[in-house]
Protein backbone atom coordinates (compact mmCIF):
# COMPACT_ATOMS: atom_id res chain seq x y z
CA UNK A 1 0.00 0.00 0.00
CA UNK A 2 1.67 3.40 -0.90
CA UNK A 3 1.96 5.82 1.94
CA UNK A 4 0.34 9.52 1.85
CA UNK A 5 0.21 12.22 4.18
CA UNK A 6 -0.22 12.37 7.96
CA UNK A 7 -3.80 10.49 8.65
CA UNK A 8 -6.56 11.05 11.20
CA UNK A 9 -7.25 7.90 12.92
CA UNK A 10 -11.13 7.34 12.78
CA UNK A 11 -11.81 3.91 13.76
CA UNK A 12 -10.18 0.45 14.46
CA UNK A 13 -10.80 -2.79 15.01
CA UNK A 14 -9.17 -5.27 17.80
CA UNK A 15 -8.87 -9.16 18.12
CA UNK A 16 -6.78 -9.75 21.71
CA UNK A 17 -6.29 -13.13 23.01
CA UNK A 18 -3.81 -11.90 25.69
CA UNK A 19 -5.73 -10.20 28.79
CA UNK A 20 -2.47 -8.66 31.10
CA UNK A 21 -2.96 -4.65 31.75
CA UNK A 22 -0.31 -2.49 31.00
CA UNK A 23 0.96 1.10 31.52
CA UNK A 24 0.10 3.85 29.01
CA UNK A 25 2.83 5.75 27.65
CA UNK A 26 3.85 7.41 24.12
CA UNK A 27 5.59 9.74 22.05
CA UNK A 28 4.49 11.49 18.91
CA UNK A 29 6.37 10.36 15.40
CA UNK A 30 4.69 9.47 12.24
CA UNK A 31 3.20 6.13 11.09
CA UNK A 32 2.59 5.74 7.14
CA UNK A 33 -0.98 5.16 6.35
CA UNK A 34 -2.29 1.65 6.36
CA UNK A 35 0.29 0.08 8.22
CA UNK A 36 -0.55 -2.92 10.86
CA UNK A 37 1.04 -2.62 14.18
CA UNK A 38 0.79 -5.82 16.33
CA UNK A 39 1.88 -6.12 20.53
CA UNK A 40 1.08 -8.67 23.05
CA UNK A 41 -0.73 -10.92 20.86
CA UNK A 42 -2.84 -8.25 19.99
CA UNK A 43 -3.99 -6.88 16.41
CA UNK A 44 -5.17 -3.25 15.82
CA UNK A 45 -6.62 -2.35 12.12
CA UNK A 46 -6.40 1.02 11.42
CA UNK A 47 -8.85 2.57 9.00
CA UNK A 48 -8.05 5.75 7.26
CA UNK A 49 -11.30 7.78 6.26
CA UNK A 50 -9.68 11.24 7.25
CA UNK A 51 -6.83 13.25 6.38
CA UNK A 52 -6.09 16.52 8.17
CA UNK A 53 -2.63 18.37 7.81
CA UNK A 54 -0.43 18.43 10.90
CA UNK A 55 -2.24 15.64 12.92
CA UNK A 56 0.45 12.48 13.35
CA UNK A 57 -0.08 9.27 15.39
CA UNK A 58 3.65 8.66 16.83
CA UNK A 59 4.70 4.46 16.61
CA UNK A 60 5.18 4.66 20.42
CA UNK A 61 1.64 6.37 20.41
CA UNK A 62 0.08 3.50 18.17
CA UNK A 63 1.79 0.72 21.10
CA UNK A 64 0.04 2.93 23.40
CA UNK A 65 -3.27 2.32 21.60
CA UNK A 66 -2.66 -1.34 21.38
CA UNK A 67 -1.69 -1.51 25.12
CA UNK A 68 -5.06 0.34 25.92
CA UNK A 69 -6.72 -2.96 23.06
CA UNK A 70 -5.03 -5.35 25.83
CA UNK A 71 -6.19 -4.37 28.71
CA UNK A 72 -9.65 -3.37 27.46
CA UNK A 73 -9.75 -7.10 26.10
CA UNK A 74 -9.89 -8.86 30.07
CA UNK A 75 -12.77 -6.88 31.79
CA UNK A 76 -15.98 -9.06 31.16
CA UNK A 77 -18.19 -7.08 33.29
CA UNK A 78 -19.37 -3.26 32.08
CA UNK A 79 -18.43 -1.68 35.39
CA UNK A 80 -15.06 -2.81 35.24
CA UNK A 81 -14.23 -2.54 32.02
CA UNK A 82 -16.04 1.50 32.14
CA UNK A 83 -13.26 1.98 34.62
CA UNK A 84 -10.66 0.56 32.39
CA UNK A 85 -11.65 2.81 29.90
CA UNK A 86 -11.35 5.81 31.91
CA UNK A 87 -8.58 5.02 33.67
CA UNK A 88 -6.38 4.30 30.38
CA UNK A 89 -7.76 7.72 28.93
CA UNK A 90 -6.46 9.26 31.43
CA UNK A 91 -3.18 7.99 31.02
CA UNK A 92 -2.17 7.79 27.93
CA UNK A 93 -3.68 11.50 27.07
CA UNK A 94 -1.80 12.83 30.07
CA UNK A 95 -5.88 14.01 31.49
CA UNK A 96 -6.77 14.69 35.28
CA UNK A 97 -10.17 13.08 35.01
CA UNK A 98 -12.76 11.31 32.16
CA UNK A 99 -15.85 9.90 32.16
CA UNK A 100 -18.11 7.56 30.02
CA UNK A 101 -21.35 8.50 28.63
CA UNK A 102 -23.20 5.40 27.44
CA UNK A 103 -26.46 6.09 24.78
CA UNK A 104 -29.78 4.88 25.46
CA UNK A 105 -31.23 4.20 22.19
CA UNK A 106 -34.75 3.78 24.07
CA UNK A 107 -34.93 7.26 25.88
CA UNK A 108 -32.06 9.34 23.37
CA UNK A 109 -30.15 9.43 26.25
CA UNK A 110 -26.77 10.00 27.79
CA UNK A 111 -26.01 8.62 31.08
CA UNK A 112 -23.32 7.83 33.20
CA UNK A 113 -22.04 4.80 34.74
CA UNK A 114 -18.86 5.81 35.72
CA UNK A 115 -17.39 9.09 36.62
CA UNK A 116 -15.40 10.45 39.64
CA UNK A 117 -17.49 12.79 41.62
CA UNK A 118 -19.97 12.58 38.97
CA UNK A 119 -22.61 9.76 40.48
CA UNK A 120 -25.01 9.15 37.90
CA UNK A 121 -26.26 11.68 35.58
CA UNK A 122 -28.85 11.37 32.20
CA UNK A 123 -29.19 14.14 29.63
CA UNK A 124 -30.91 14.36 26.35
CA UNK A 125 -28.33 13.75 23.11
CA UNK A 126 -27.92 17.00 21.53
CA UNK A 127 -27.82 19.38 25.34
CA UNK A 128 -24.81 19.79 26.58
CA UNK A 129 -20.41 19.11 25.07
CA UNK A 130 -21.66 15.63 25.44
CA UNK A 131 -24.86 15.38 23.99
CA UNK A 132 -23.98 17.59 21.15
CA UNK A 133 -20.91 15.52 20.62
CA UNK A 134 -23.22 12.32 20.63
CA UNK A 135 -25.66 14.35 18.17
CA UNK A 136 -22.91 15.36 15.58
CA UNK A 137 -20.97 12.25 16.00
CA UNK A 138 -17.88 14.49 15.89
CA UNK A 139 -15.05 14.95 18.21
CA UNK A 140 -15.08 18.18 20.25
CA UNK A 141 -12.10 19.99 21.29
CA UNK A 142 -12.37 22.74 23.57
CA UNK A 143 -9.54 24.70 25.10
CA UNK A 144 -11.66 27.05 27.61
CA UNK A 145 -14.83 25.23 28.57
CA UNK A 146 -16.04 28.21 30.82
CA UNK A 147 -16.07 30.33 27.41
CA UNK A 148 -18.02 27.60 25.57
CA UNK A 149 -21.73 28.11 26.05
CA UNK A 150 -22.25 24.18 25.29
CA UNK A 151 -20.56 23.90 28.73
CA UNK A 152 -22.75 23.30 31.94
CA UNK A 153 -20.75 24.29 34.94
CA UNK A 154 -23.28 22.63 36.98
CA UNK A 155 -20.92 19.60 37.43
CA UNK A 156 -17.93 21.44 38.52
CA UNK A 157 -20.73 23.38 41.25
CA UNK A 158 -21.79 19.96 42.53
CA UNK A 159 -18.33 18.16 42.77
CA UNK A 160 -15.89 21.30 43.07
CA UNK A 161 -13.80 19.96 40.70
CA UNK A 162 -12.58 23.11 37.70
CA UNK A 163 -13.06 22.37 34.27
CA UNK A 164 -10.80 24.11 31.84
CA UNK A 165 -10.61 22.22 28.60
CA UNK A 166 -12.38 19.05 27.06
CA UNK A 167 -12.22 16.56 24.55
CA UNK A 168 -15.11 14.90 23.49
CA UNK A 169 -15.20 11.77 21.72
CA UNK A 170 -18.29 9.84 20.35
CA UNK A 171 -17.78 5.89 20.86
CA UNK A 172 -19.03 4.20 17.67
CA UNK A 173 -18.65 0.53 16.92
CA UNK A 174 -18.05 -1.05 13.89
CA UNK A 175 -21.60 -0.90 12.54
CA UNK A 176 -21.54 2.12 12.78
CA UNK A 177 -24.06 2.15 15.85
CA UNK A 178 -23.37 4.80 18.62
CA UNK A 179 -22.24 3.73 22.44
CA UNK A 180 -21.96 6.24 23.79
CA UNK A 181 -19.45 9.46 24.47
CA UNK A 182 -16.04 9.57 26.20
CA UNK A 183 -15.08 12.73 27.74
CA UNK A 184 -11.15 13.51 28.94
CA UNK A 185 -10.79 16.64 31.18
CA UNK A 186 -8.07 19.15 32.15
CA UNK A 187 -4.97 18.00 29.81
CA UNK A 188 -2.12 18.08 32.44
CA UNK A 189 0.53 19.91 30.18
CA UNK A 190 -1.87 22.76 28.69
CA UNK A 191 -4.71 22.06 26.90
CA UNK A 192 -5.32 19.00 23.68
CA UNK A 193 -3.61 19.55 20.90
CA UNK A 194 -4.24 17.76 17.20
CA UNK A 195 -2.45 14.83 18.06
CA UNK A 196 -3.84 14.26 21.35
CA UNK A 197 -6.92 14.46 19.09
CA UNK A 198 -5.67 11.70 16.72
CA UNK A 199 -4.53 9.62 19.78
CA UNK A 200 -8.17 9.76 21.43
CA UNK A 201 -10.15 8.90 18.44
CA UNK A 202 -7.94 6.01 18.14
CA UNK A 203 -8.50 4.74 22.06
CA UNK A 204 -11.89 5.74 21.39
CA UNK A 205 -12.41 3.28 18.77
CA UNK A 206 -11.23 0.82 21.02
CA UNK A 207 -13.20 1.70 23.85
CA UNK A 208 -16.88 1.61 21.61
CA UNK A 209 -15.51 -1.77 20.19
CA UNK A 210 -14.81 -3.37 23.94
CA UNK A 211 -18.23 -1.58 25.00
CA UNK A 212 -19.87 -3.66 22.02
CA UNK A 213 -18.09 -6.93 23.21
CA UNK A 214 -19.00 -6.51 26.69
CA UNK A 215 -22.64 -5.86 26.15
CA UNK A 216 -22.79 -8.49 23.53
CA UNK A 217 -21.30 -10.95 25.79
CA UNK A 218 -23.82 -9.93 28.72
CA UNK A 219 -26.70 -10.49 26.54
CA UNK A 220 -25.37 -14.00 25.57
CA UNK A 221 -24.55 -15.24 29.64
CA UNK A 222 -28.58 -13.18 30.36
CA UNK A 223 -29.89 -15.48 27.51
CA UNK A 224 -28.26 -18.42 28.70
CA UNK A 225 -29.69 -17.89 32.26
CA UNK A 226 -32.81 -17.60 30.73
CA UNK A 227 -32.04 -20.66 28.89
CA UNK A 228 -31.87 -22.67 32.24
CA UNK A 229 -34.56 -20.93 33.64
CA UNK A 230 -36.91 -21.88 31.15
CA UNK A 231 -35.48 -25.69 31.25
CA UNK A 232 -36.08 -25.68 35.04
CA UNK A 233 -39.44 -23.96 35.02
CA UNK A 234 -40.85 -26.83 32.58
CA UNK A 235 -39.54 -29.25 34.78
CA UNK A 236 -40.92 -28.06 37.72
CA UNK A 237 -44.72 -28.07 35.95
CA UNK A 238 -43.95 -31.48 34.44
CA UNK A 239 -43.53 -32.59 38.08
CA UNK A 240 -47.14 -31.13 39.39
CA UNK A 241 -49.31 -32.99 36.70
CA UNK A 242 -50.05 -36.65 36.48
CA UNK A 243 -48.67 -39.13 35.29
CA UNK A 244 -51.70 -41.48 34.22
CA UNK A 245 -55.33 -40.90 34.15
CA UNK A 246 -57.20 -42.38 36.63
CA UNK A 247 -59.71 -44.90 36.39
CA UNK A 248 -63.63 -43.81 37.33
CA UNK A 249 -66.22 -46.21 35.94
CA UNK A 250 -68.85 -44.55 34.79
CA UNK A 251 -66.17 -41.56 33.10
CA UNK A 252 -63.57 -41.07 30.25
CA UNK A 253 -61.21 -38.43 30.80
CA UNK A 254 -58.18 -37.03 29.19
CA UNK A 255 -55.89 -33.82 29.60
CA UNK A 256 -53.45 -32.10 26.95
CA UNK A 257 -50.69 -29.86 28.26
CA UNK A 258 -48.82 -27.73 25.61
CA UNK A 259 -46.31 -25.07 26.97
CA UNK A 260 -45.38 -22.19 24.89
CA UNK A 261 -41.76 -21.83 24.36
CA UNK A 262 -41.51 -19.29 27.06
CA UNK A 263 -42.70 -21.11 30.08
CA UNK A 264 -45.41 -20.06 31.70
CA UNK A 265 -47.33 -21.16 34.80
CA UNK A 266 -50.33 -23.39 33.44
CA UNK A 267 -50.88 -27.23 35.82
CA UNK A 268 -54.05 -29.72 35.94
CA UNK A 269 -54.58 -32.25 38.14
CA UNK A 270 -56.78 -35.37 38.03
CA UNK A 271 -56.68 -37.64 40.94
CA UNK A 272 -58.84 -39.58 42.99
CA UNK A 273 -59.87 -39.89 46.95
CA UNK A 274 -62.51 -40.78 49.07
CA UNK A 275 -64.94 -37.74 48.09
CA UNK A 276 -64.55 -38.30 44.35
CA UNK A 277 -62.31 -36.95 41.77
CA UNK A 278 -60.29 -33.69 42.33
CA UNK A 279 -59.98 -31.34 39.08
CA UNK A 280 -57.80 -28.79 38.58
CA UNK A 281 -57.06 -26.50 36.50
CA UNK A 282 -54.87 -23.68 37.48
CA UNK A 283 -52.59 -20.51 35.75
CA UNK A 284 -50.30 -18.28 37.14
CA UNK A 285 -49.43 -15.19 35.71
CA UNK A 286 -45.64 -14.64 34.42
CA UNK A 287 -43.16 -16.50 32.24
CA UNK A 288 -40.11 -18.67 34.16
CA UNK A 289 -39.64 -20.42 37.11
CA UNK A 290 -42.03 -17.84 39.08
CA UNK A 291 -45.28 -18.70 38.11
CA UNK A 292 -44.47 -22.53 38.01
CA UNK A 293 -43.23 -22.53 41.63
CA UNK A 294 -46.74 -20.09 42.26
CA UNK A 295 -48.63 -23.12 40.81
CA UNK A 296 -46.55 -25.94 43.00
CA UNK A 297 -47.75 -23.73 45.88
CA UNK A 298 -51.19 -23.44 45.52
CA UNK A 299 -51.23 -27.55 44.12
CA UNK A 300 -49.47 -28.70 47.33
CA UNK A 301 -51.45 -26.59 49.76
CA UNK A 302 -54.92 -27.83 48.05
CA UNK A 303 -54.01 -31.35 47.91
CA UNK A 304 -52.64 -31.00 51.83
CA UNK A 305 -56.07 -29.17 53.04
CA UNK A 306 -58.45 -31.45 51.15
CA UNK A 307 -55.87 -34.71 52.61
CA UNK A 308 -56.93 -33.34 56.20
CA UNK A 309 -60.41 -33.58 55.24
CA UNK A 310 -61.52 -29.76 54.53
CA UNK A 311 -64.14 -29.08 52.92
CA UNK A 312 -63.96 -27.78 49.17
CA UNK A 313 -64.99 -24.20 50.23
CA UNK A 314 -62.33 -24.14 53.64
CA UNK A 315 -59.97 -25.30 51.09
CA UNK A 316 -60.28 -22.67 48.64
CA UNK A 317 -60.42 -19.92 51.29
CA UNK A 318 -57.08 -20.91 53.21
CA UNK A 319 -55.03 -21.75 49.78
CA UNK A 320 -56.41 -18.42 48.36
CA UNK A 321 -55.04 -16.44 51.73
CA UNK A 322 -51.91 -18.01 52.17
CA UNK A 323 -50.98 -17.22 48.54
CA UNK A 324 -52.05 -13.82 48.85
CA UNK A 325 -49.59 -13.18 51.53
CA UNK A 326 -46.86 -14.95 49.80
CA UNK A 327 -46.84 -14.03 45.96
CA UNK A 328 -45.14 -11.03 45.43
CA UNK A 329 -47.68 -7.89 44.33
CA UNK A 330 -49.38 -7.90 41.25
CA UNK A 331 -48.73 -12.14 40.98
CA UNK A 332 -51.64 -14.24 40.98
CA UNK A 333 -53.35 -17.60 40.08
CA UNK A 334 -56.64 -18.35 38.19
CA UNK A 335 -57.83 -21.99 39.03
CA UNK A 336 -60.52 -24.16 38.80
CA UNK A 337 -60.73 -26.14 41.70
CA UNK A 338 -63.79 -29.11 41.80
CA UNK A 339 -64.65 -32.66 43.41
CA UNK A 340 -66.89 -34.88 40.93
CA UNK A 341 -68.80 -37.02 43.19
CA UNK A 342 -69.37 -39.93 40.41
CA UNK A 343 -72.13 -41.36 42.23
CA UNK A 344 -74.99 -38.10 42.11
CA UNK A 345 -72.82 -37.28 38.77
CA UNK A 346 -72.46 -33.86 40.31
CA UNK A 347 -69.42 -31.27 40.21
CA UNK A 348 -68.80 -28.87 43.33
CA UNK A 349 -66.23 -26.32 42.30
CA UNK A 350 -65.03 -22.82 42.86
CA UNK A 351 -63.23 -21.25 40.56
CA UNK A 352 -61.08 -17.98 41.35
CA UNK A 353 -60.18 -16.38 38.43
CA UNK A 354 -60.49 -19.33 35.73
CA UNK A 355 -63.30 -19.36 33.08
CA UNK A 356 -65.57 -19.66 31.13
CA UNK A 357 -65.90 -22.99 32.26
CA UNK A 358 -67.96 -24.70 29.64
CA UNK A 359 -70.63 -27.55 30.22
CA UNK A 360 -71.31 -29.34 27.15
CA UNK A 361 -75.07 -31.03 27.21
CA UNK A 362 -75.63 -33.64 24.96
CA UNK A 363 -79.60 -34.04 24.85
CA UNK A 364 -79.84 -30.12 24.24
CA UNK A 365 -76.25 -30.08 22.11
CA UNK A 366 -76.25 -26.99 24.21
CA UNK A 367 -72.88 -25.13 25.62
CA UNK A 368 -73.21 -23.48 29.02
CA UNK A 369 -70.98 -21.11 29.93
CA UNK A 370 -70.06 -20.42 33.67
CA UNK A 371 -68.08 -17.28 35.10
CA UNK A 372 -65.37 -17.53 37.86
CA UNK A 373 -66.61 -17.46 41.52
CA UNK A 374 -64.33 -14.96 42.32
CA UNK A 375 -61.15 -12.89 41.83
CA UNK A 376 -57.91 -15.22 40.96
CA UNK A 377 -56.49 -16.61 43.72
CA UNK A 378 -53.59 -14.75 45.98
CA UNK A 379 -54.75 -11.56 44.38
CA UNK A 380 -56.06 -9.88 47.93
CA UNK A 381 -57.38 -12.46 50.88
CA UNK A 382 -60.78 -13.48 50.74
CA UNK A 383 -63.34 -11.27 52.97
CA UNK A 384 -65.49 -14.38 53.35
CA UNK A 385 -66.29 -17.79 52.85
CA UNK A 386 -66.99 -18.26 48.55
CA UNK A 387 -70.54 -20.52 48.01
CA UNK A 388 -69.04 -23.64 45.46
CA UNK A 389 -71.66 -24.15 42.45
CA UNK A 390 -73.26 -27.00 41.13
CA UNK A 391 -73.28 -28.81 38.07
CA UNK A 392 -75.09 -31.70 37.34
CA UNK A 393 -73.71 -34.26 34.54
CA UNK A 394 -76.39 -36.27 32.36
CA UNK A 395 -75.28 -39.27 29.88
CA UNK A 396 -72.57 -37.95 27.33
CA UNK A 397 -72.12 -34.84 29.19
CA UNK A 398 -68.73 -32.92 29.09
CA UNK A 399 -67.06 -30.82 31.53
CA UNK A 400 -64.27 -28.82 29.32
CA UNK A 401 -61.71 -26.40 31.07
CA UNK A 402 -59.36 -25.03 29.19
CA UNK A 403 -56.27 -22.03 29.56
CA UNK A 404 -56.82 -18.93 27.85
CA UNK A 405 -54.00 -20.08 25.74
CA UNK A 406 -56.78 -21.95 23.53
CA UNK A 407 -59.35 -19.00 24.16
CA UNK A 408 -57.02 -16.40 23.48
CA UNK A 409 -54.81 -18.21 20.67
CA UNK A 410 -54.44 -15.86 17.61
CA UNK A 411 -53.83 -16.19 14.22
CA UNK A 412 -51.77 -14.12 11.85
CA UNK A 413 -53.93 -11.56 11.50
CA UNK A 414 -54.41 -11.33 15.43
CA UNK A 415 -57.99 -12.70 15.71
CA UNK A 416 -58.51 -14.99 18.80
CA UNK A 417 -59.72 -18.28 18.72
CA UNK A 418 -62.68 -17.56 20.78
CA UNK A 419 -65.02 -19.54 23.08
CA UNK A 420 -67.61 -20.20 19.95
CA UNK A 421 -65.02 -22.58 18.14
CA UNK A 422 -64.38 -24.74 21.03
CA UNK A 423 -67.81 -25.12 21.64
CA UNK A 424 -68.37 -26.04 17.92
CA UNK A 425 -65.53 -28.58 17.96
CA UNK A 426 -67.59 -30.39 21.66
CA UNK A 427 -70.80 -30.44 19.30
CA UNK A 428 -68.88 -31.66 16.69
CA UNK A 429 -67.19 -34.89 18.67
CA UNK A 430 -69.94 -35.27 21.14
CA UNK A 431 -69.97 -39.15 19.67
CA UNK A 432 -66.07 -39.03 20.47
CA UNK A 433 -63.76 -39.47 23.46
CA UNK A 434 -62.18 -37.20 25.76
CA UNK A 435 -58.58 -38.21 23.81
CA UNK A 436 -60.45 -37.58 20.48
CA UNK A 437 -62.07 -34.43 21.33
CA UNK A 438 -58.92 -32.76 22.47
CA UNK A 439 -56.86 -34.57 19.33
CA UNK A 440 -59.54 -32.17 17.40
CA UNK A 441 -59.43 -29.01 19.30
CA UNK A 442 -55.54 -28.86 19.06
CA UNK A 443 -55.81 -29.28 15.33
CA UNK A 444 -58.53 -27.08 15.19
CA UNK A 445 -56.28 -24.48 16.80
CA UNK A 446 -53.39 -24.91 14.63
CA UNK A 447 -55.21 -24.97 11.37
CA UNK A 448 -56.85 -21.27 12.80
CA UNK A 449 -53.14 -20.02 13.79
CA UNK A 450 -51.73 -20.68 10.48
CA UNK A 451 -48.16 -20.77 11.68
CA UNK A 452 -48.89 -17.95 14.59
CA UNK A 453 -46.59 -18.11 17.33
CA UNK A 454 -48.02 -19.72 20.33
CA UNK A 455 -47.78 -17.02 22.66
CA UNK A 456 -49.16 -18.96 25.81
CA UNK A 457 -49.49 -22.32 27.43
CA UNK A 458 -52.12 -24.66 26.12
CA UNK A 459 -54.47 -27.13 28.51
CA UNK A 460 -57.20 -28.91 28.52
CA UNK A 461 -59.05 -30.94 30.52
CA UNK A 462 -61.95 -33.13 29.58
CA UNK A 463 -63.98 -35.02 31.90
CA UNK A 464 -67.18 -36.76 30.16
CA UNK A 465 -69.90 -38.92 31.36
CA UNK A 466 -70.42 -42.18 29.63
CA UNK A 467 -73.54 -43.26 28.10
CA UNK A 468 -75.96 -41.72 25.17
CA UNK A 469 -77.82 -38.90 26.44
CA UNK A 470 -81.76 -39.62 27.94
CA UNK A 471 -83.98 -39.41 25.41
Partial sequence: MRAGPPTRLRSSRAFCPDSRQSRFRHKHCHVPIGQTRRAGGCYIFVRVDETKPGMHLSAAGVSAVLAVTRALAAPFDLNSLLAEITAAACQVLDAERSSVWLHDAATEELFVEVATDLGRLRLPVGVGLVGTCARDRRLINVPDCYADPRFDAAVDRQSGFHTRCTLTLPLVDHRGVLVGVMQVLNKRSGVFGPEDEALAEAVAAQCAVALTRVRMTADLIEGEKLRHEIELARELQLSTLPAVMPTLPGYDMHATFLPASMTGGDTYDLALDERGLLIVLGDATGHGVAPAVSVMQMHAMLRMALRLGTDLETAFRHVNDQLAETLPTGHFVTAFIGLLDARQHRVRFLSGGQGPILHYQSASRRCLRYKATSFPMGAMPLPGRVSALEIALAPGDILALLSDGIFEYEDRGGRAFGVQRVEQILDE???????????????????????????????????????????
Fill in 429 to 471: CRHESPETTSARLMHAVRAFADGAVQEDDVTIVLVKRDGAPDA
